[in-house]
């Protein structure tokens, strides 16, 4: 490591403290604002103000969504690997690639222009969507390098979850106030909105690019002189990716995470549609109701609470069935429509933004743990790959389900630009909400149900894998320790922690 005073700031550990939790949180100013934004309002931008159809739109998210996954997959493998460059052990192989691309976020302001035609649009949300995966992979890998301690870690993400719950209710408030003020028949308030949020999220990067830190390479480099050579070709690559799926925990994780964000997200694609189509209402309206999302702010206090003294699982089941209660409700609104329709609409939307809040909060509060759990059974710190997987597959299944949505609405009948729709529209979008959003819920409940992850098992595995580290000998390991590091690696314990020190 570099012995210069600027370069140190990215290998230095310090206390994590309030101010410190918020700093690295207030990225999620990018990750959960951007995509907001996007999820709520980028296919509804796209027919009603570009003169695209419902599948363009789809296809756009969709096929730039394929395309980033890969380059996620690509940046795994790269930031885990960049210490051996130079620049890497220079700046970090984290910290060099947020450097670089915190100034490129102020692209998202052309994703917000109007009257260009397909392929304008299609560039430039990929060349969006690329970039915010290159900064926000070695990102999200921070938590695992910053602290061993379940409890920092916890305050880490959810000083993340706080932000982006503070993130989401501007990137759906702001917009509803444009609209109020500049009216609705115009791209000119999504111009304005991109802007504004384009300098927000450079600055948010960069205020946590230059206060987090890394493990230094010489730690780096000693762990990995404790393990087998790694490989490089393509081939091993995608192998080496395969390999984290091996991990019982985070295979489990990984479905629960896919499955409800898709579903989040798809809701959020067709509220804006439910809202102005199926309930007779604005666009001013949905954005308000999307607003709600501020009670992300207390849910992410009583949520972090709840992660450390029950776990993830009790997370899961109260969010999802709260979620599942109230897209019931949305849909009964559409069948019924009761007097005092905004009153009814502002009731049930409160209620599912704090299930959506506490859906948003706990994956990424478990994610760092994950990691560990690996580094027990291979010897090898991996969280970069496993970030790569996650959101490579995350992003590929959005993609399916923005493609699906928009070939549904427009073989329904949906007829872009228009300021009403058909009845079997409606009823398209209503389903949508409901059927679509609801089943993806169901699914990530029941494998929520079978998820062992929680405070106490992750110090059983912490405290084995120091002692390991430590010289300890696998032969020591207790009953207890055995079977939990069993039970979520998959793996047997005999063969986990593959050199004996």
């Given at each position: 490591?570099?012995?210069?005073?600027?370069?140190?700031r990215?290998?230095?550990?310090?206390?994590?403290t309030?101010g410190?939790?918020?700093?690295?949180?207030?990225?999620?100013?990018?990750?959960?604002?951007?995509?907001?934004?996007?999820?709520?309002?980028?296919?509804f931008?796209?027919?009603?103000?570009?003169?695209l159809?419902a599948?363009?739109?789809?296809?756009?998210?969709?096929v730039?969504r394929?395309v980033?996954?890969?380059?996620?997959?690509?940046?795994?493998s790269?930031?885990?690997h960049?210490?051996?460059?130079?620049?890497?052990?220079?700046?970090?192989?984290?910290?060099?690639?947020?450097?670089?691309?915190?100034?490129?976020?102020?692209?998202?302001?052309?994703?917000?222009?109007?009257?260009?035609?397909?392929?304008?649009?299609?560039?430039?949300?990929?060349?969006?969507?690329?970039?915010?995966?290159?900064?926000?992979?070695?990102?999200?890998t921070?938590?695992t390098?910053?602290?061993?301690d379940?409890?920092?870690r916890?305050?880490?993400?959810?000083?993340?979850?706080?932000?982006?719950?503070g993130a989401?209710?501007?990137?759906?408030?702001?917009?509803?106030?444009?609209?109020?003020?500049?009216?609705?028949?115009?791209?000119?308030?999504?111009?304005?909105n991109?802007?504004?949020?384009?300098?927000?999220f450079?600055?948010?990067?960069?205020?946590?690019?230059?206060?987090?830190?890394?493990?230094?390479?010489e730690?780096?480099?000693?762990q990995e002189?404790?393990?087998?050579?790694?490989k490089?070709?393509?081939?091993?690559?995608v192998?080496?990716?395969?390999?984290?799926?091996k991990?019982?925990s985070?295979?489990?994780?990984?479905?629960?995470?896919?499955?409800?964000?898709?579903?989040?997200?798809?809701?959020?694609?067709?509220?804006?549609?439910?809202?102005?189509?199926?309930?007779?209402l604005?666009?001013?309206?949905?954005?308000?109701?999307?607003?709600?999302?501020?009670?992300?702010?207390?849910?992410?206090?009583?949520?972090?609470?709840?992660?450390?003294?029950?776990?993830?699982?009790?997370?899961?089941v109260?969010?999802?069935?709260?979620?599942?209660?109230?897209?019931?409700?949305?849909?009964?609104?559409?069948?019924?429509?009761?007097?005092?329709?905004?009153?009814?609409?502002?009731?049930?939307?409160?209620?599912?933004?704090?299930?959506?809040?506490?859906?948003?909060?706990?994956?990424?509060?478990?994610?760092?743990?994950?990691?560990?759990?690996?580094?027990?059974?291979?010897?090898?710190n991996?969280?970069?790959?496993?970030?790569?997987v996650?959101?490579?597959?995350?992003?590929?299944?959005?993609?399916?389900?923005?493609?699906?949505?928009?070939?549904?609405?427009?073989?329904?009948?949906?007829?872009?630009?228009?300021?009403?729709?058909?009845?079997?529209?409606?009823?398209?979008?209503?389903?949508?909400?409901?059927?679509?959003?609801g089943?993806?819920?169901v699914?990530?409940?029941?494998?929520?149900?079978?998820?062992k992850?929680?405070?106490a098992?992750?110090?059983?595995?912490?405290?084995?894998?120091?002692?390991?580290?430590?010289?300890?000998?696998?032969?020591?390991?207790?009953?207890?320790?055995?079977?939990?590091?069993?039970?979520?690696?998959?793996?047997?314990?005999?063969?986990?922690?593959?050199?004996?020190?």
């Amino acid at each position: 490591m570099s012995d210069n005073k600027k370069v140190s700031r990215f290998y230095r550990p310090r206390r994590i403290t309030l101010g410190r939790g918020i700093c690295y949180g207030i990225t999620d100013f990018v990750g959960g604002g951007s995509m907001t934004i996007i999820g709520a309002w980028m296919m509804f931008f796209y027919t009603q103000y570009c003169g695209l159809t419902a599948t363009q739109g789809g296809l756009i998210v969709g096929v730039s969504r394929v395309v980033d996954a890969f380059t996620t997959l690509m940046m795994g493998s790269l930031t885990d690997h960049f210490h051996k460059t130079r620049l890497g052990r220079r700046f970090g192989r984290r910290h060099f690639f947020m450097l670089i691309g915190s100034p490129l976020l102020l692209s998202y302001v052309t994703l917000w222009i109007g009257g260009m035609d397909f392929w304008y649009y299609l560039a430039t949300y990929m060349a969006f969507e690329v970039i915010s995966s290159a900064i926000m992979i070695p990102y999200e890998t921070l938590p695992t390098e910053m602290t061993k301690d379940y409890t920092e870690r916890t305050k880490l993400s959810g000083s993340r979850m706080f932000i982006s719950a503070g993130a989401t209710f501007l990137a759906t408030f702001i917009p509803g106030q444009l609209f109020r003020i500049l009216g609705q028949d115009s791209p000119i308030p999504f111009l304005i909105n991109g802007a504004i949020f384009a300098v927000i999220f450079f600055v948010c990067f960069f205020v946590t690019t230059m206060t987090t830190w890394e493990l230094p390479v010489e730690e780096v480099l000693r762990q990995e002189a404790k393990v087998t050579e790694e490989k490089v070709s393509p081939l091993e690559i995608v192998k080496e990716y395969a390999t984290t799926l091996k991990n019982r925990s985070f295979r489990k994780h990984l479905a629960i995470y896919l499955l409800s964000f898709t579903g989040k997200d798809t809701f959020n694609t067709v509220f804006a549609y439910f809202c102005t189509f199926c309930l007779g209402l604005t666009a001013t309206v949905a954005a308000n109701m999307l607003s709600l999302s501020i009670v992300g702010l207390l849910v992410t206090f009583v949520a972090g609470y709840l992660m450390i003294k029950r776990g993830p699982k009790f997370l899961y089941v109260s969010g999802y069935g709260l979620m599942l209660v109230m897209l019931v409700a949305y849909f009964c609104l559409f069948v019924f429509r009761p007097s005092h329709l905004i009153a009814w609409l502002f009731v049930v939307s409160l209620l599912y933004q704090i299930g959506r809040a506490t859906l948003e909060f706990t994956p990424w509060n478990v994610f760092p743990f994950i990691p560990d759990i690996d580094e027990l059974v291979t010897g090898r710190n991996r969280a970069g790959e496993f970030a790569a997987v996650m959101t490579f597959c995350r992003k590929t299944t959005v993609a399916v389900a923005s493609i699906a949505t928009g070939w549904i609405l427009d073989r329904s009948g949906f007829v872009h630009g228009a300021q009403t729709q058909t009845p079997g529209v409606q009823m398209a979008i209503a389903l949508v909400l409901m059927l679509f959003t609801g089943t993806l819920i169901v699914l990530a409940l029941l494998v929520a149900l079978t998820f062992k992850v929680n405070p106490a098992n992750h110090e059983i595995v912490r405290n084995e894998l120091e002692r390991l580290k430590n010289g300890g000998s696998k032969a020591d390991a207790d009953a207890k320790t055995r079977m939990i590091v069993e039970q979520l690696s998959g793996t047997p314990y005999d063969r986990a922690w593959p050199v004996e020190r």
